[in-house]
């Protein structure tokens, strides 16, 4: 296993990545880079689980946590389990970028689609998502290296340019959100590439170490008087006289209130969420720490960046060293612990930075996004009165956190959890399963409409 900082030995360059001549014996960590400052907990000596709690959360990424977190606030218990351990799902495993989460939609689009009432109200509690984790993460004292660093979204077509400069205009007018454009001929100055056709910057856009703020958080709850528990699977809720009875593989533990909060990893659990959600694996790769000046020269604003393809990249610096994260969608071709199913991660990396042909990759590995039929996440109550709040379709650090707050004051009756999507029909895939197994083939489609270009 690689540690930071330990030079190129063994680890394949981009290059040899990114043409499948990694070979099998390279030395890759398949694990997700921010976990080596912000470990994972192992799963020896647990604990036992509590036979009661107030309110037990299923799932321990950023919506349970701050869920409970919440509850804990008001003096309300909470006791959150996970299958794996704690932070095993896409909290600790994502690309760390946070915007308002209003990017997955144009807003004329949005409107067309919700009405100007209602797409205004989303668009704005959109911009309050962003405020909100920066006022947990600053009242809470979490050190996760959250920064204020702004986003450059580059355009892969001069059509795209266009397009996203009036949209940026609605977003100003709509929810009052700041951005600007930079031309393709200044575009130097936001990246070290010339491939793109200028882009917008957001300069309220945030980064953090997202295994970090998840440690943080943990750390939150449990002196709160809060449970994290790993190793602990739901496998059933049942109703029980005074709420419900969760069987998990360590016990049983009675509650008055359960919040489902399995985003990308939900299963069977509820039946009535499987069908809502589909899991989209995405992946990500890190390189060694690279010299200063060819760091400058590539990201010179030391941003996160993305682009506007149908199959979308992201990439950005290490908070703390002078490395590249970038990620896209998973490989198909490849188990996820094969080189070859990060290819086409490297190859996107050259593409967009030739000089990163010779750069040793020194991590790589994937998590899965939580996808709904409206591209909009839910949270809310089923029929048989289990609460839940997911659904975040890739941008989940700050909508988890607002969910998982706002789901909390819904289980307490309270006015305050009231938000602009409470009121949003939750559609099921339609053939739900043949859906699951279509992802594939639609990636692949946008993928060559993105490469030919219509
Ligand atoms: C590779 C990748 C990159 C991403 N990049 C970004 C980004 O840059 N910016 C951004 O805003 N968003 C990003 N996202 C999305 C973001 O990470 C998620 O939306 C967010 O972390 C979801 O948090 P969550 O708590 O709802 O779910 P998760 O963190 O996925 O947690 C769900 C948990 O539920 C557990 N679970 C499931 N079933 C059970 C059960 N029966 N019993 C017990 N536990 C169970 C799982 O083990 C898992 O740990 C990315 C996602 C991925 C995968």
Request: aromatic content about 8%.
């Amino acid at each position: 296993m690689s540690k930071r900082g330990e030079g190129t030995a063994g680890h394949p360059t981009a290059k040899d990545l990114a043409q499948g001549r990694a070979g099998t014996s390279a030395r890759i960590n398949f694990q997700p880079y921010w976990w080596e400052t912000a470990p994972r907990e192992q799963g020896v000596d647990l604990p036992p689980l509590p036979v009661k709690s107030d309110v037990v959360i299923v799932g321990s990424g950023f919506t349970g946590l701050s869920a409970a977190l919440t509850l804990q606030n008001k003096g309300v218990n909470a006791v959150v389990i996970d299958s794996g351990v704690p932070g095993f799902g896409a909290s600790t495993r994502n690309g760390g970028q946070i915007g308002s989460g209003n990017q997955k939609f144009r807003v004329k689009r949005l409107i067309e689609i919700r009405g100007k009432e209602k797409a205004t109200a989303m668009l704005r509690e959109g911009t309050q998502m962003l405020d909100y984790i920066e006022h947990l993460i600053v009242s809470e004292g979490i050190g996760c290296h959250f920064r204020r660093c702004g986003r450059f979204r580059a355009a892969i077509r001069p059509e795209h340019y266009e397009a996203m400069a009036r949209d940026m205009e609605d977003l100003k007018a709509v929810a009052g959100v700041e951005s600007f454009m930079v031309s393709r001929a200044e575009q130097a100055s936001e990246i070290g590439s010339d491939v793109f056709f200028g882009g917008s910057v957001l300069p309220h856009d945030a980064s953090l170490q997202p295994a970090m703020y998840h440690s943080g958080l943990m750390a939150r709850v449990r002196a709160k008087g809060g449970t994290v528990a790993g190793n602990a699977a739901a496998v059933a809720i049942d109703k029980d006289t005074g709420g419900f009875r969760v069987k998990t593989s360590r016990g049983v533990i009675a509650a008055r209130n359960v919040i489902i909060a399995t985003n990308g990893y939900t299963g069977d659990l509820v039946p009535a969420l499987k069908r809502r959600i589909v899991p989209i694996e995405s992946g990500l790769i890190a390189t060694e720490p690279l010299p200063q000046q060819l760091y400058d020269r590539l990201l010179p604003k030391d941003r996160v960046y993305g682009n506007t393809n149908r199959v979308f990249y992201y990439f950005r610096g290490a908070p703390d060293e002078r490395r590249i994260i970038w990620g896209g969608r998973a490989g198909r071709i490849a188990p996820n612990t094969s080189p070859n199913a990060f290819r086409h991660l490297a190859f996107d990396m050259i593409g967009v930075f030739p000089e990163l042909a010779n750069v040793a990759v020194t991590h790589a590995w994937d998590g899965k996004i939580g996808y709904t039929f409206d591209e909009v996440p839910h949270l809310g109550c089923t029929a048989a009165g289990v609460h839940h709040a997911l659904g975040y379709c890739g941008t989940g650090v700050s909508r988890a956190t607002y969910f998982g707050h706002k789901i909390a004051l819904q289980v307490l009756g309270d006015p305050e959890g009231r938000t602009a999507f409470d009121d949003l029909v939750f559609p099921a895939f339609p053939a739900h399963p043949i859906a699951e197994r279509a992802v594939p083939v639609v990636e692949t489609w946008y993928r060559i409409r993105d490469a030919v270009k219509f």
